[in-house]
């Protein structure tokens, strides 16, 4: 931003914020720069205070004496580089990204930092930036990493100058710093990498090339509160896909790194956006990084002190804006699959994006509920579409509606068979015994039961999905075993209540 200094060094002393993230449950940063800052010896040198006295924010001045006095009258790019230490030294890993040239808030199509030959963006000078960043932060091994352009947007923006500026400014990293992962975004605001699919990047290295993407609900409008959730769900997921997450199938990592939403929990497209963008991440295994940590602006749209209703901490960089939410994507913050990652064998888990929690067991007379996957019950989803439990016979069962699921040895009938449906792919729907049609859902305590399969027809666009969206995932993640020290009585008393409680 116009100030040129991570944003909340008025509220909280730096390393106070560098641990509440590692608190938080975050292990990474992606700390963002402007170009000019490295490249524009009079911009980088001016200090702190003179920075803010510019901007006429002198009360920010004052707070920041009070929390964090050695920065005051030290230069903005010594700042900077005060921040990267505080957050190394609190363990936190760094991604240094190129977000902008010109200092000040990011981004529209036509703000002359959008694209290689845009008023702010000269990509000689470009190059000039990445090679001294990398330059700079060699020695600090908790750098990982260095996003070379925040995105790439506007009426000059051409696939041929992408790959001609991209190799370049990768080859300057490498040569720079052969020890970081070079991270690429892609086009129309970071949202297509498709020219992926028919040209590969032509580099001297391999092994450490990482592509990036970014996805909001507003990034599609009002797509998500105007059109029916499922369908909506489904072209924006086949179309993350086709333009972005396909790199994965070329054997690339991808890095979404930037998606969020409003933490008041009162916006409606983000929201079901939400609930759609996490079944995705679960599924796929994506590494992320979430917009955004700031609680408040020292300026931003000419207000001072705006608030950031998308910050995970609060106005005042002390408490966290919504608990549930950071316990919600907890469950991404560690891989399900990713690759190295092996803790048992392959298989399935349910997993609920709306909780982010996924269906488990406690015993064999409970019935299933939502609880925490790290506890997740183990499934195989077969061709014959039953859902089994790895370990045992049991297979999910429909049984009545609005009851809870059971778990059956008779698998070879309509109620134990489970069909992904409608156009989210997230409906997991079965047969009652006089052939309703029923979808899983969850109940007020939790417990998994079958409902009539909601918000189906495109037609309807009030309708939220949101309680009927699972998802199957692939897991090699530890899941609880199964003791094999079950009482025979109750296995007995299991087995009566589902085969014989209608005689006795």
Not at 38 to 64: A, H, W, Y
Not at 130 to 152: C, D, H, Q, W, Y
Not at 412 to 432: A, G, R, V
Request: aromatic content about 12%; hydrophobic content about 40%.
């Amino acid at each position: 931003m116009d100030v040129m200094l991570a944003e909340g060094l008025n509220q909280q002393p730096v390393d106070a914020i560098s641990k509440a993230i590692i608190n938080m449950g975050f292990n990474c940063v992606r700390l963002t720069w402007p170009l000019f800052l490295f490249t524009n010896d009079s911009l980088g040198s001016i200090t702190v205070r003179q920075s803010f006295k510019n901007l006429g924010l002198f009360s920010s001045i004052v707070d920041l004496q009070a929390n964090n006095p050695f920065i005051v009258d030290l230069s903005v790019l010594d700042a900077y580089k005060a921040v990267v230490a505080s957050l190394a030294k609190n363990n936190v890993m760094i991604i240094l990204d190129n977000h902008i040239s010109k200092p000040g808030w990011c981004c529209s199509r036509f703000d002359g930092n959008g694209f290689f030959g845009d008023q702010y963006f000269d990509p000689h000078l470009w190059i000039q930036g990445l090679t001294k960043v990398a330059t700079t932060f060699k020695a600090i091994t908790n750098v990982v990493g260095m996003s070379l352009r925040n995105e790439l947007r506007g009426p000059l923006q051409n696939v041929d100058d992408w790959y001609r500026y991209m190799q370049k400014g990768a080859e300057a990293v490498h040569a720079a710093n052969s020890d970081i992962l070079i991270i690429l975004s892609g086009l129309s605001f970071d949202k297509d990498l498709s020219f992926l699919h028919q040209r590969p990047m032509n580099l001297t290295f391999s092994g450490k090339l990482v592509f990036e993407i970014h996805r909001y609900g507003f990034t599609d409008g009002d797509t998500w509160s105007e059109k029916n959730a499922n369908q909506a769900c489904g072209e924006v997921l086949n179309e993350m896909v086709r333009k972005g997450a396909f790199v994965l199938e070329q054997g690339y990592p991808l890095f979404v790194s930037e998606f969020g939403v409003d933490q008041r929990g009162t916006n409606v497209n983000d929201n079901r956006y939400f609930n759609c963008f996490l079944g995705l991440a679960a599924e796929l295994d994506f590494d992320w990084a979430l917009w955004t940590l700031v609680g408040s602006y020292y300026l931003r749209d000419g207000i001072v002190g705006l608030n950031e209703y998308y910050g995970v901490l609060d106005w005042n960089w002390f408490d966290i804006r919504n608990a549930s939410f950071l316990q919600r994507i907890s469950v991404i913050r560690t891989p399900f699959q990713g690759p190295g990652y092996t803790e048992t064998h392959p298989h399935k888990v349910i997993f609920h994006p709306m909780t982010g929690l996924c269906i488990q067991r406690t015993s064999l007379l409970q019935p299933l509920e939502l609880g925490a996957c790290s506890e997740a019950e183990a499934w195989g989803y077969a061709p014959a579409k039953t859902l089994t439990v790895i370990g045992n016979y049991f297979c999910l069962h429909a049984d009545k509606l609005g009851q809870p699921v059971k778990l059956n040895m008779v698998c070879n009938d309509d109620s134990s068979k489970w069909d992904i449906i409608s156009d989210s792919k997230m409906h997991l729907s079965s047969k009652l015994q006089d052939a309703t049609s029923v979808c899983l859902d969850v109940d007020p305590n939790n417990v998994i039961v079958t409902q009539t399969c909601k918000c189906l027809s495109t037609n309807d666009t009030t309708c939220d999905p949101g309680s009927q969206w699972f998802k199957i995932i692939d897991s090699t993640r530890a899941t609880k075993i199964i003791k094999s020290s079950l009482q025979i009585k109750p296995i007995i008393h299991f087995l009566v209540r589902n085969f014989f409680g209608s005689y006795i």
